[in-house]
C-alpha cells in the first residue's frame, strides 16, 4: 500500500519531491524539537492521483486523511467538530519549489456554529471566536465554493457604515455574529446551499481546493515563467491553528536569519501583534521591527533568536522563518531558504564561509550565476515607480536614462557636448556607429537578438533594446507613438536592457557594486573550475575589459567589426566592387595596414594570452548600401533627374548589389566560401596578423594568436584555408626573419561539420562550436524571422521548452556538439575545443559544455563573471568526470 | 620483388586494376588461344611509382621491361633494332576505365635507319617500309618530342605539291625516303638533337610519355567528367606489331558483336582494305560494311566471325574488337566491352537473357539506369549539326524547339493556336503558369535547380533550362543578347533540358521510345527490387503518368502549386492578409472545396496506391506580389500620383508584403511553423482530404491517404500538429457515418529532426526524408545562392566531389538520413520509410537509400523508370543485406 499521508514527525527536509518545500521542513523542525504546531502532509503523488483520477480524491487516500487525522486528535487533545474542545487546522498548499502566493490556503477550518462556541468559551475571548468564523466563512467561501470576496467586503462595508466605524477592530462580538449571518445568506444566495457545517466536509472539500490551485491560471503562469515542471503536482499541509490575534501577548511576525537585500549577519524582520498572518499580508497595519519584540515579550524573543540560530545552523543557510505567539507561546509555523538579492547572496555565501558553516563549494553553488549580471550593470532601482511604455528584446544588459534622438549625428553632437542620449532608431546600421559610441543606450523597433544593434552594444556594453515593435517610430517627425502616448525628439526615457522596457522620465537607478565578496567568490571559483572562460571581443577596449572580468584569452575576435568604420567603407566597398584580381588586390593592399594595426592593439591589450581571431564571415553584401534604398532612390531619379551623372551611378551600384544579392543570405556565399572563391581575402587578413605578431615579438610582448576558419562544412575548404594561412605565415616569417608560434582551427557551426568531425580534426588544432549558427542550421531557423515570428508562440505553447537561441538545445543541437568532440579526438585526442555562441554566457549550456568535454567557454566581456562561476559549478556537481587536464589559460 | 610487368600469358580479364582494360583483355583472349600479337603490360602501379618518384622509371621496372622483352623477341623470333629481322611495337596506354583518344600511343617503335632497310627487304616492299618509318617518326616525335604535327603535316604537303600528288598513295618509296629525310630535319630543329635512334631509347621514352599521358589535361578533364579517379594510373602496353598496309591481302578494322545503336543481334562494323589503324580513324578514306570482308577475304571473314562469336561468348556481353589482316593472317588486337545507346544496352540486356547467354539479374545489371532517362523524352539528335547559344542548369530534361516569347500571355495565344513557343523569362513566377503550360520549354536566366520554373517545368515534363545567366534577357525589348549574337521575339531556338544547351534554329530530335524489350526489363528489375519507387506528383495528370511509368504511389503531393491557379490567388491573398481568425476562416472556407476536388480528381486517378499528401510549406509571402515591384510601383505613384486611391492601396499592401517579409525565407515561417501558428490552414487542408476520401469511398473507389507534416524539428510541432489531422478525420468521419484509414507522418528535412527522431517516431506513422532541405540545412547552403555563386567553383576545385543538390553526400546528409532511420525504427520497427528528395531520382542515391533501409524512393514521373531499375541494381548488388520484408506496393 502506497504511503499517501505522513505526520509531521514521519518525514524529514529531503523529501521535499514527496512533501513539498514546506511539508518536508515542516517534518524536520518537528524532528530537531522546535516548537511547531503538529499536522501532518498530504503527498504530491496524491495530488498527481487526484488528476489521474479526473479531480477525485481517492477512498485510500480518504481512509489515510481520517487515520492521521486521529493522531493529529491525540497529540492536540482536540477533536475536530468538537463541542467542547475542538481542533481548528490549516489547510496549505506546499510544492516542491516554493510558488509563493499562487496557490490556496484556508485557515481556521473546523469552525461551525457550534465550535465556534467553544472557543468562545474555552478562549474566554467570544469577540475572538466570532471574528476568526467569519474569517473562515470568507476564505473557504473564497477559495473552496469560489465566491468573489467582494460580497463579503461589500457587506461588511455596509455593517462598519451602519455602525459607523472606521476600522474592524472597533466591530464586538455581537457585531461579528451579525456579520457571520449575513455573510451566510451570502453563501446561500450564491450556492443554493447552506454553508457546509460539518468539519470533515469542509476539510475534504478543503484539499480538492488545493489540489485544484495547482493548476489554476497564475499558478501556470508563474510555473511557466520559472521553469518548473507541471507534472510535479502540491503537496497539502493540514496543521493545527494557533492563533497571534488572542490579545497583546499574541502576534505574528516573519524574519530572515540575514539580511536579505545585503546580506548582512543580523535578524531581519517584522511582526504585529495581536495579528494572524493576513493581516500582515494585508497591508493594513503596519508591523513593527523585529528587535521592537525584544520590548514586547523578552523572552519570546530571546527564544526566537535561538530558534533562528539553530535553525540557520541546522541548514547551513540563511532561512527565512514564519512564526505565531499564542498568548506567549511561541510556535514556528514554517521555514524555508531565504530568498535573496545578489548582493547578499555573495555576501552571506563568503561570510559562511569564514564563519565555518559552509565550505567554498557549498559557497560557489549558492549563488545563481544569473544574478550576477545585475551587478555588472547600472540597474533600475525596484523600489522605484516607472511607466512602462512598451517592451522588447533585452538585448544588451543595463538600463540608462537620457533624451531622445533620432538620429547618429545628433546622438554623437549632444554626446560630445555631455548630454545623455538614447538612440531610438527603427534599426542601426554601421552608419549609426559613431552615434552609439556616444549614446548611453539604443532602442530600435525592428531587429532581434544578433542584430546589428544587439551585437554592436553588447560589445560596447551598452543598454540596448531591439524589435521593440510596439515603438512606431517617426524618423522624419522626430517623433514615437505608442498607443494614445507620444514621444518626442528631447524627451527624456529610461531603458532596462535586462527586462527590455522602456520607461518614461528618468528612473533612479543603483549603480553596479564589485564587492570585495564578489572577488573572493570568483577566486575560489577559478580554483575550482576545470573549463577554461574566453571572452568575445574585438577591438581593445572590450580586450582589456574582458581581462578585468576575468577571462583567459579571447574566444572570438570578429573582424567584420573592423571593415564597418566609416573611413573603411569605401575602401571595402572598392574591393567588393572590383571586376578583377588586380583591382581587388590593390583595395586590400590599401585595407591590409588598417587590419594589422587592430590586431596590434587588441594583441597589446591581451598580453600573451591566447586571441583566437575569425576571418571574414559576412556576404560581402553587407558591406553595401541596402538595396531597396537603393531602389527606391534609382526609381525616383529615373522620374526626377532622368539624364544625371547620380542615376547611371546609382544603376550601376544597384546592379552590383542585385548580382550579389542572395535569397537566404545566412546560408549564402559567406564565412570560408568567401576564403576559398577569393583567398586573396584571407591572405591579406593573415598578413596582417602576422605582421601585428612580428611588430609585438619586437617590443618584447608575447603574443598567441590563433587563427579560425569560419563555416567549414568539408574538410576540403579548410584544408584550403590552412595552406592559405601557412603560407602567409611562412612569407611574413621569412621577411621578417622572425619566427612565431600560431593555431589554426575552425568554427564548428554547420551540421555537416560536426557529422564529419573526424576529418576535419586532421586540418584543425582547435574546434569552436559556433553554437549560434549551428542552432540556426540545426533547426532550420532563421534567427531574425523566428524570433519576430514564431518563436514566442512556441515558447507560449510550450512547443519549445526554451527558446534555443538563449538556452541550448541539448537534444539536438547538443547531439551534434557532442558528436564534434567525439569524432574529432578520435582522430586528434588533445584536440582544444570551445564554444564561442552566445550560449558559453549561459549558466545551463555552460554546464553541457562542461559535461560535452569541451576545454573553454567564450561570451561577452560582461558575462564573464557569470561563465567563470557556473563552469566552477559544473565543475563541483560533476566532480568525477573530471579525466582530462585542464586548458592551462583558465 | 612486386611484379610490374606481365606477359600476355601471366595475365586474365579479372586484373584491370593491375593491367588495365586493354592489357587485361589482351591477356584473356591470349589464354583463350585468339590470335593476339604478343607483347607485355607494364602495370598501373609502375605508373604510379613512376609519378612518385618525381616522373622516374624506376630500375627494378627498367630490369623487368628488358626481361620481358627478351621473353617476346623469343616469342616473335625477332630482336628489337635487329638488322636483319628486327621487330616493331607498339606502345599503348591502358587504364582501368577506358578513356578512348584521351592518353597516348606510339605505332611502329623500332624503326630506325638501319631497320628500316630490313623491314624493305623482308616485305619485299619498300614503299611500306619508308611509309611506315616517317609515320612512325612523325608520331614519335609528335608524343614524345612534344613537336607539333602541324609541322610534318605542312611538309608532306610541300612535297605532294611539289611532285603534283593529290594523295598519299600516289608517294613512292623514293618519295618517302624524301619525306623521311625531311622530318629528321624538323626534329633537329625543334629538340636540337637527331632524331633516336635507339630502338631501346626509343622503347623508354616512350612508355614515360604514355605514363606523362595519364596527367594531360585532356585526360584530367575526362576523368573529371566520368567521375574516374585520378590515382587508378595507366599501365603501358608493348605489343609486336602486325601491318594491315602490306597490300590487297592485308586490311584492318573495328567491329561490334551487335548493332551498338540498335542493338540488333548482327556483326556491325568497318573495315579498310591496306591501311593501318589511324587511316580508319583519320576518316581520309571511307571504310567498308564488314560483311565486303566476305567477299574481300572469305576464309579471314568466316574466322573473324567465329572469333567474334567466342568473344560474345566468352566475355557474355557484346564485345568491341579491332583487328588487323597481315598478308591474309587475322590478328586480333584489342576487344572490350562495346560502348551502346540506351536503347541498344536495353535490347542486347533482355535478347542475351532469352538467349541463355546471361541471367535476368545480369541484364538489369547491364543498363545504365542513367541513361534511361534518354529515352523517355525527345531528344536532340547527336548526328545533328548545332550552334549552341549558351549553357545554363539542365533543369528539366527533354529537348524542344519553337519561337522566341517573353511573356506568359503570349506563349497561351500562340501556343492556344498551335504554334510551338519557348517561354524566355529572367525568371517565372506562378503568374507565368498558364503560359508554361503552352510553351514547348522554358528557359530562364536566373533561379537554381529549384526556381519555380524548374520544379513546375519537372512536374510537367517539360524541357527547362533555368540559371542560363549569358542570356541578357531585354524582356521589354523582346530581345536576347548572348555576346554579339542577338536573338529576337519570333525567332526559332532549340533547348536541350538535359544538358542546358541553348541552341539556334531548329535541331532534328529523337521521338522517345518505349519498346517491348524496355518494358520486360522493367519488369524484371520489379520482381528484383526491394525498394518501393513512388513518384512525386501533384495533380491528376502527373498521377496518372506516374501509374503508367510504374509507380507504387506517391512519395509527395505538393498542395502549394494547388494556391497558385490565378483563380485561387486572389482567395489565398485574402487568407494571408486576413487581420484575425475570423476572415481567415471566411477566406478558408472558399478554398476548402476547391482544395477537396483536387485531391478527388488525384485520389481517383491513381486508384487505391497510397497518396502521401504534404501540407502547406511554403512561407506565406510568396503567395504576395514580390516586394520590390510594389516598392518601384509604390515610390513611382508617390511622385506621380500623390493623393490616388491606387496609391494608398499599395502601400497598405507593401506594408503587409514587409511584415511578411522574411530575411532567409528558407529558414522561415513555414511548413509545420505555419500550421502551429495558423492551425485553420491545416485543418482546413485535412478536412478537404477526408471529404475527398468520403466522395471516392461513395463511389467505390479505394483510397489511401497519407498525410505529412513538412519541416518538423521537434516532435511537439508533429504531436500538435498530428491532433488537428486526427480530430478533424473523426469529425469528418462523423458528419459522413462513414470510416476510413489514414496515416499521419513527416518530412525528416532538418536535422533535429534526424537527431531526435526516436521522440519524433512516437508521433509519426511514417517518415519521409526531404533531403533537398536537409541537405541546404545541413551543409548551410541556400541551393538558390550557393548554385549560382560558389558551388560550381567547388565542384572545379574539388573542394566537394559533386553536386551535393544532385547526388545525396553520404558522409554528412547521409549520416542523418541513417541516423533518422534507425532511431525511428529503434522505437517503432515497422515504420515506413521513404525519400522525396531530388535525389530519389539519382542512381548512386537510390543505392544508398537501399542500404540505408529505407522503404522506398520517390521522385518526379519522368525518373520513375530510372529508379525501378537502380532499386533492383542495389538490391542484386547488396543482396545479403535484405532482411525486412518490402513494401507490398512496390
Redesign the interface.
Known amino acids: 500500500m502506497t504511503k499517501f499521508v505522513y505526520l509531521f514527525n514521519e518525514g524529514n527536509s529531503k523529501m521535499k519531491d514527496l512533501l513539498g518545500g514546506k511539508g518536508a521542513n515542516l517534518a524536520e523542525m518537528t524532528n530537531i524539537g522546535l516548537p511547531v504546531p503538529f499536522g501532518f502532509t498530504i503527498s504530491t503523488q496524491a495530488c498527481n492521483d487526484y488528476y489521474e483520477a479526473g479531480k477525485k480524491i481517492s477512498d485510500e487516500v480518504k481512509a489515510q486523511i481520517d487515520a492521521a487525522l486521529i493522531a493529529l486528535e491525540e497529540k492536540a487533545g482536540k477533536k475536530l467538530g468538537d463541542s467542547s474542545n475542538p481542533l481548528l487546522v490549516s489547510v496549505r498548499s506546499g510544492s516542491v519549489f516554493s510558488m509563493p502566493g499562487m496557490m490556496d490556503t484556508v485557515l481556521n477550518l473546523g469552525m461551525n456554529d457550534e465550535t465556534v462556541e467553544a472557543v468562545a468559551k474555552l478562549t474566554e475571548n467570544p469577540r475572538f471566536a466570532y471574528d476568526s468564523y467569519r474569517r473562515f466563512i470568507q476564505m473557504f467561501s473564497n477559495v473552496v465554493l469560489e465566491i468573489d470576496v467582494f460580497y463579503f467586503e461589500q457587506y461588511l462595508e455596509e455593517i462598519r457604515e451602519r455602525k459607523g466605524y472606521n476600522s474592524d477592530p472597533e466591530l464586538t462580538a455581537e457585531d461579528w455574529k451579525e456579520v457571520i449571518a449575513g455573510y451566510k445568506e451570502i453563501v446561500k444566495k450564491h450556492t443554493k446551499q447552506d454553508f457546509p457545517q460539518d468539519p470533515k466536509q469542509q476539510l475534504i472539500l478543503a484539499i480538492n481546493a488545493v489540489f485544484d490551485s495547482w493548476n489554476n491560471q497564475r499558478a501556470i503562469l508563474y510555473r511557466r515563467l520559472n521553469k518548473i515542471p507541471d507534472h510535479l503536482g502540491t503537496a497539502v499541509n493540514i496543521q493545527s491553528m494557533v492563533f497571534g490575534n488572542m490579545g497583546n501577548d499574541s502576534g505574528t511576525g516573519v524574519a530572515f536569519t540575514r539580511d536579505p537585500s545585503t546580506g548582512e549577519n543580523v535578524l531581519y524582520g517584522e511582526y504585529l501583534i495581536n495579528a494572524q498572518g493576513e493581516d500582515v499580508v494585508a497591508g493594513i497595519r503596519t508591523p513593527q521591527e523585529i528587535k521592537v519584540l525584544k520590548q514586547d515579550m523578552s523572552e519570546v524573543y530571546d527564544k526566537f533568536v535561538a530558534t533562528c540560530e539553530l535553525l540557520e545552523n541546522h541548514y547551513k543557510d540563511m532561512m527565512d522563518i514564519e512564526f505565531t505567539v499564542e498568548r506567549g507561546v511561541l510556535y514556528i509555523l514554517q521555514c524555508r531558504v531565504g530568498k535573496r538579492t545578489a548582493q547578499a547572496a555573495i555576501r552571506m555565501a563568503v561570510e559562511m564561509v569564514k564563519e565555518g558553516i559552509i565550505d567554498q563549494k557549498t559557497a560557489i553553488l549558492r549563488v545563481d550565476p544569473d544574478q550576477l549580471n545585475q551587478l555588472l550593470h547600472s540597474r533600475i532601482d525596484e523600489k522605484s515607480e516607472r511607466v512602462v511604455l512598451a517592451k522588447g528584446l533585452p538585448a544588451s544588459p543595463g538600463a540608462a536614462t537620457g533624451t531622445v534622438v533620432f538620429d547618429a549625428d545628433e546622438a554623437e553632437k549632444l554626446g560630445n557636448d555631455g548630454k545623455k542620449v538614447i538612440l531610438v532608431r527603427p534599426e542601426t546600421t554601421p552608419d549609426d556607429l559613431h552615434g552609439m559610441v556616444y549614446a548611453q543606450g539604443i532602442v530600435t523597433s525592428r531587429g532581434g537578438m544578433t542584430s546589428h544593434a544587439a551585437v554592436v552594444a553588447r560589445g560596447m556594453g551598452k543598454a540596448c533594446i531591439c524589435g521593440c515593435e510596439a515603438l512606431k517610430i517617426d524618423v522624419k517627425a522626430q517623433q514615437i507613438t505608442v498607443g494614445d502616448k507620444v514621444v518626442n525628439y528631447g524627451d527624456t526615457i529610461t531603458i532596462d536592457g535586462s527586462t527590455g522596457e522602456v520607461m518614461l522620465g528618468e528612473i533612479p537607478m543603483i549603480d553596479p557594486e564589485l564587492s570585495d565578496e564578489f572577488q573572493q567568490l570568483l577566486s575560489w571559483a577559478d580554483e575550482a573550475r576545470y573549463l577554461g572562460v574566453r571572452a568575445n571581443a574585438d577591438n581593445p577596449e572590450d580586450a582589456k575589459k574582458a581581462l578585468e572580468f576575468g577571462a583567459g584569452g579571447i574566444g572570438l575576435c570578429r573582424t567584420e567589426h573592423m571593415f564597418t568604420d566609416p573611413k573603411r567603407t569605401p575602401i571595402v566597398q572598392e574591393m567588393i566592387l572590383a571586376d578583377n584580381l588586380e583591382d581587388r588586390m590593390t583595395a586590400l593592399e590599401k585595407l591590409l595596414p588598417m587590419q594589422q594595426s587592430d590586431f596590434e592593439g587588441i594583441f597589446e591589450a591581451m598580453q600573451g594570452h591566447p586571441v583566437t581571431i575569425r576571418l571574414l564571415d559576412p556576404p560581402m553584401h553587407e558591406f553595401l548600401p541596402d538595396?531597396?534604398e537603393l531602389?527606391?532612390e534609382v526609381?525616383?531619379l529615373q522620374?526626377?533627374a532622368p539624364d544625371s551623372e547620380e542615376l547611371k551611378e546609382k544603376e550601376f551600384l544597384l546592379k552590383k548589389v542585385n548580382q550579389l544579392a542572395?535569397?537566404?543570405?545566412?546560408?549564402?556565399?559567406r564565412g570560408c566560401?568567401l576564403g576559398?572563391?577569393f583567398p586573396e581575402i584571407y591572405e591579406m587578413q593573415a598578413e596582417a596578423i602576422f605582421n601585428a605578431v612580428i611588430t609585438l615579438t619586437e617590443k618584447g610582448i608575447p603574443v598567441k594568436p590563433e587563427i579560425m576558419i569560419p563555416?567549414v562544412?568539408?574538410v576540403?575548404?579548410l584544408k584550403?584555408m590552412r595552406k592559405v594561412v601557412v603560407e602567409t605565415a611562412e612569407k611574413v616569417k621569412d621577411e621578417a626573419g622572425i619566427g612565431f608560434d600560431y593555431l589554426v582551427g575552425t568554427m564548428i557551426?554547420?551540421?555537416?561539420a560536426a557529422?564529419?568531425a573526424d576529418?576535419i580534426a586532421e586540418e584543425a588544432d582547435f574546434f569552436s562550436f559556433g553554437t549560434n549558427?549551428l542552432t540556426?542550421?540545426?533547426?532550420?531557423?532563421?534567427r531574425?524571422?523566428?524570433e519576430g515570428?514564431?518563436l514566442q508562440?512556441?515558447i507560449e505553447?510550450?512547443?519549445?521548452p526554451e527558446n534555443p537561441f538563449a538556452v541550448l538545445?541539448q537534444?539536438?543541437?547538443g547531439?551534434?556538439v557532442e558528436t564534434g568532440v567525439k569524432l574529432g579526438r578520435s582522430v586528434k585526442l588533445e584536440l582544444k575545443t570551445g564554444i564561442c555562441g552566445e550560449h558559453g554566457g549561459e549558466k545551463s549550456s555552460i554546464e553541457f559544455c562542461y559535461k560535452a568535454g569541451l576545454d573553454y567557454v567564450s561570451c561577452s566581456p560582461f558575462r564573464v563573471p557569470l561563465a567563470r562561476l557556473a563552469a566552477a559549478q559544473a565543475s563541483i556537481r560533476h566532480e568525477q568526470n573530471e579525466t582530462k587536464v585542464p586548458e592551462l589559460s583558465k
Open positions: 538595396k531597396e531602389l527606391v526609381t525616383k522620374i526626377t542572395e535569397t537566404n543570405p545566412m546560408l549564402g556565399h566560401r576559398v572563391i563555416l562544412g568539408h576540403n575548404e584550403l557551426e554547420i551540421p555537416r557529422l564529419t576529418q549558427d540556426q542550421t540545426t533547426f532550420g531557423y532563421s531574425d524571422d523566428a515570428k514564431f508562440s512556441y505553447q510550450k512547443v519549445l538545445d537534444q539536438g543541437v547531439k551534434l
